[in-house]
Each structure stands twice: as structure tokens, then as C-alpha cells.
């Protein structure tokens, strides 16, 4: 199957690999890129915290110094507690891949713990769900946030999308964000793709992201058993 892969380049490259393993013709169309911000990380981690979270290997990825190793980390899923162990971190708490099982996580071990004295850092995104926000605010655990990444939209040249997406159909679209999702259907050559894509399957990693289809591609959306790309790539 010919399949568009629309992660950003680095994570889309590794997919790229598992697709062509398995026989599939992967098509990389990167929506966004990361930006760093590797200032305002060890800007918050300068100072006192309980421990760290994130919700993405990006923010694992911005951290530059092997300071702060062992600390405790909870990790939104498996690809960010791999990047997180890559990157030698020993202590790594792994959520189920979205931020309300993290916070979860979270709450539980303090709970067991005992509540912290210095705040949770989180080491977050921008744009990024508030899931995991929300969640330990209603609870009252002590929060700080450090945006040290931010996802800039990929500008692409209509004359190459309409060569990847329009001249050769694709059979699947995989999804990863609701960012990238909303990205997707904002492409400046849309419509063209849509009556090309009238059959092809949108796999999305979780019903929130599917939810961000407009309502002519809903019925052709697909959803993971669990946010994790392993689960995703079965749906193939």
C-alpha cells in the first residue's frame, strides 16, 4: 500500500522503515517541524521541582546536558520513555499514551509518595493538549510548565503536493496529532486531494484526532486500539 506518513521528519523516517518492512510504499509529508528551546529547559531546571513529565520525545530531544539524568521522569507512552532512556534517564514512569492516563500516573504515585513540596516541571510543547494540565490542576499537585519546543507548520510547495497526494493516489493517510490532522485538511491543494483520496483510509492514533476530521472524511476514519504507532500500524 502507498501511504502518506505526515509526522514530522525525524519520527517519520523511523516509520518509514517499519512500513517498508512489512512491504508498503511510504510517502513522507511532514506538517510540521520542531523548533528547540533548549534555554527555557535549563532555565526550569534550574530550579527546584519534584520531578519531570512529558508528552513527547521532542521535549526529551530539546534538553541539552545530561544534567538532571536521574531524576524522576513520567513519560506520556513508549516512544517518549525510549527517547527518554536513549538519553539516559534511569528513573521512568510510563503513561499509556495520552495525557489523562499520564496525569493519572502522576497522581497515583504522589498519592503513594506523598504530596510533592517543589512543583511537577513539565517539560511541554507548543501547540499542545490540555489534558494533562487540566487534570493536575483539578487535583491542586504543584505544576510549572517550560515550553521548550515548539511545532512549526512545514510550508509545502503546491506543485509537489499535488505530485505526492493527487497524481498517485494514496491508500492511507496515518495521523498522529490533532494538529497535524487540522494541517492535513488545510493543505492549499485540499480538494484536489480529497476527490484523489476518495478511497483511501484516515488512520488516526486516537479518537480525539479523528474528531478533527471534517465530517466528509469521518466516516473513513480509523482509530488505534491504544495511542502508540505500534497499535496504529495494525489498523494497516
Not at 500500500?1 to 510504499?25: F, N
Not at 532555565?43 to 524522576?72: F, K, M, V, W, Y
Not at 497515583?108 to 516541571?121: K, M, R, S
Not at 493516489?169 to 491543494?189: I, K, M, T, W
Request: hydrophobic share 45%.
Amino acid at each position: 500500500m502507498r501511504i502518506i506518513v505526515t509526522r514530522p521528519l525525524l519520527s517519520s523516517r523511523r516509520t518509514a522503515e517499519k512500513l517498508r518492512a512489512h512491504g508498503h510504499e511510504p510517502v513522507l509529508l511532514p506538517l510540521t517541524t520542531p523548533v528547540h528551546n533548549g534555554e527555557a529547559a535549563v532555565a526550569a531546571l534550574s530550579g527546584p521541582h519534584a520531578a519531570l513529565a512529558a508528552t513527547s520525545a521532542e521535549a526529551i530531544r530539546a534538553l541539552p546536558h545530561q544534567e538532571h539524568r536521574d531524576t524522576l521522569l513520567f513519560c506520556v507512552g513508549r516512544a517518549t520513555a525510549e527517547a527518554a532512556r536513549m538519553a539516559g534517564f534511569s528513573r521512568i514512569v510510563t503513561a499509556q499514551g495520552t495525557g489523562s492516563d499520564l496525569a493519572r500516573r502522576i497522581l497515583a504515585h504522589f498519592h503513594e509518595t506523598g504530596w510533592p513540596e517543589h512543583p511537577l516541571l513539565y517539560l511541554a510543547g507548543s501547540p499542545r493538549s490540555p489534558d494533562l494540565e487540566r487534570a493536575l490542576a483539578a487535583a491542586n499537585l504543584p505544576l510549572a510548565i517550560a515550553e521548550c519546543y515548539r511545532m512549526q507548520p512545514v510550508e509545502h510547495d503546491p506543485a509537489l503536493l499535488r505530485t505526492l497526494l493527487v497524481e498517485t493516489p494514496a491508500d492511507a493517510v496515518l495521523l498522529y496529532s490533532r494538529e497535524n490532522a487540522r494541517r492535513f485538511v488545510s493543505l492549499p491543494v485540499f480538494r484536489e486531494t480529497l476527490a484523489a483520496l476518495s478511497a483511501a483510509r484516515f488512520l488516526c492514533l486516537s479518537r480525539n484526532i479523528a474528531e478533527a476530521l471534517p465530517e466528509a472524511l469521518a466516516n473513513r476514519a480509523e482509530i488505534a486500539a491504544s495511542p502508540d504507532e505500534d497499535a496504529l500500524l495494525k489498523l494497516l
